[in-house]
């Protein structure tokens, strides 16, 4: 396989790269991949079987153009694998007025013109009784919210990618990349790969892959569990949104009841740093009762027996927005990483925003608020 050569390589195919992949196969980039891991591994930040989609964007408006971009290419990728990636649920943000949840999703609201009613505590329960806010809580419904159903949609994105001629090497890792004049050079256990261009989309690895960037990156460990529900009928996707939490006990979200998956939690500010060698992935019955604990408080009878439970990682920038950009020095070099806890739904306009950064140098998606630039400018002033 020495000196293989094709036109594009991908390091990491977690949901950004098997996006990546995707876009550049589908534009007739012949297209090489690579992933550390088997197919479907839970080794990274992918894994799953669901993810929110939302459109009321409350950590920046400038995401609400992008959301809607992947919005479109979600639902062309369902049509292209004839199956359902995205349950529309509806969903809530809920909080004080203050809090980010709140007012940040009514800021993306009304500044996109986007679908959405702002309910009292009690409008809340009288909309979805499983709730059971306290007084003082407003929340933001907005129609278009759902689910994503996470495995199948890795596992689309991977497929499309195949069928348009990508070869990808799974279980394969990268030891080293190094550019080689106008072009890269790749090399694994296996062998060495020469490409026009690379795209690193590596998650939590992605300081080791992009070391000379130094890039301020903080990987966290993350716990979900999905439960049984004791009125399933109650908190049912068809008539129970998905659901964001800013409450005193902290930063939550959750999913609606499903067959099979039951009622979903996750708690998003509980920061536990690690890495991806270190990351403890038992995990102890005092987190799952906090979980727990926190839908008894505000969805009573949401939480049933422990169906499963799951460790993640968010691979978290300062100020909690993406990372997409060129390298410096290597314009043929592009990465995406950063996506701190909250870029799974964006995935297909990621994969297109750096295959139009790789192929053509520039994008049509708006994504100059991304740039690492804006890191380097904030950690001086
Ligand atoms: C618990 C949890 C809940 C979340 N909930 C939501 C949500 O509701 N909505 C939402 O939008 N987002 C959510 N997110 C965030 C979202 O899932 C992530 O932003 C996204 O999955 C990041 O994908 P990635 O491809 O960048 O990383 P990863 O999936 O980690 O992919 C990186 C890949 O790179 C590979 N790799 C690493 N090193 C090498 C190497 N040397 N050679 C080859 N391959 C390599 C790894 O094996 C891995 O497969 C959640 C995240 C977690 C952890």
Redesign the pocket.
């Known amino acids: 396989m020495a000196g293989t050569s094709v036109d594009s390589i991908v390091?990491?195919?977690?949901?950004?790269?098997a996006a990546s992949a995707a876009h550049l196969a589908r534009r007739g980039q012949r297209v090489l991949g690579?992933?550390?891991?088997p197919r479907g591994?839970t080794?990274?930040?992918?894994?799953?079987r669901?993810?929110?989609?939302r459109e009321a964007y409350f950590e920046a408006p400038e995401y609400v153009p992008l959301v809607q971009r992947a919005y479109k290419l979600w639902r062309e990728l369902e049509e292209a694998s004839a199956q359902t990636l995205l349950t529309t649920t509806g969903g809530l943000c809920t909080g004080s007025p203050e809090s980010s949840a709140v007012s940040g999703a009514l800021q993306s609201a009304e500044l996109h013109g986007l679908p959405h009613e702002l309910l009292s505590a009690a409008e809340v329960t009288a909309r979805f009784p499983g709730f059971s806010l306290a007084e003082d809580m407003v929340g933001v419904l907005e129609p278009r919210a759902g689910v994503?159903h996470?495995n199948r949609c890795v596992a689309a994105l991977l497929d499309i990618a195949t069928q348009h001629g990508a070869d990808l090497h799974h279980d394969?890792?990268?030891?080293r990349w190094s550019a080689n004049g106008q072009g890269v050079r790749v090399e694994t256990a296996a062998g060495s790969y020469l490409a026009d261009r690379l795209v690193v989309?590596?998650?939590?690895?992605a300081s080791?892959?992009l070391a000379e960037l130094t890039l301020p990156l903080q990987v966290q460990r993350?716990v979900?569990a999905h439960l049984e529900s004791r009125r399933p009928e109650r908190f049912a996707a068809a008539r129970f949104p998905v659901f964001i939490m800013q409450v005193a006990e902290g930063h939550y979200?959750g999913m609606p009841f499903m067959p099979g998956q039951g009622v979903k939690i996750?708690r998003h500010d509980n920061i536990q740093p690690c890495t991806p060698q270190t990351i403890r992935r038992d995990i102890d019955p005092a987190e799952i009762e906090t979980l727990r604990g926190v839908l008894d408080r505000y969805l009573p009878g949401a939480a049933g027996p422990v169906m499963s439970s799951f460790t993640?990682?968010?691979?978290s920038t300062p100020d909690r927005h993406f990372i997409l950009d060129r390298h410096p020095e290597h314009p043929q070099v592009v990465y995406?990483?950063g996506?701190?806890?909250?870029?799974?739904?964006?995935?297909p306009v990621i994969g297109e925003v750096l295959s139009d950064l790789a192929v053509e140098g520039a994008t049509s998606n708006d994504v100059a608020f991304l740039s690492a630039a804006r890191l380097a400018l904030s950690a001086r002033g």
């Open positions: 390091i990491g195919l977690g949901v950004m790269g690579f992933d550390a891991y591994h080794q990274g930040s992918s894994h799953g669901s993810r929110i989609i994503l996470a394969e890792p990268v030891i989309t590596a998650g939590p690895w080791e892959l993350v979900n979200y996750g993640c990682m968010y691979t995406g990483c996506f701190s806890g909250h870029g799974f739904k964006f995935a």
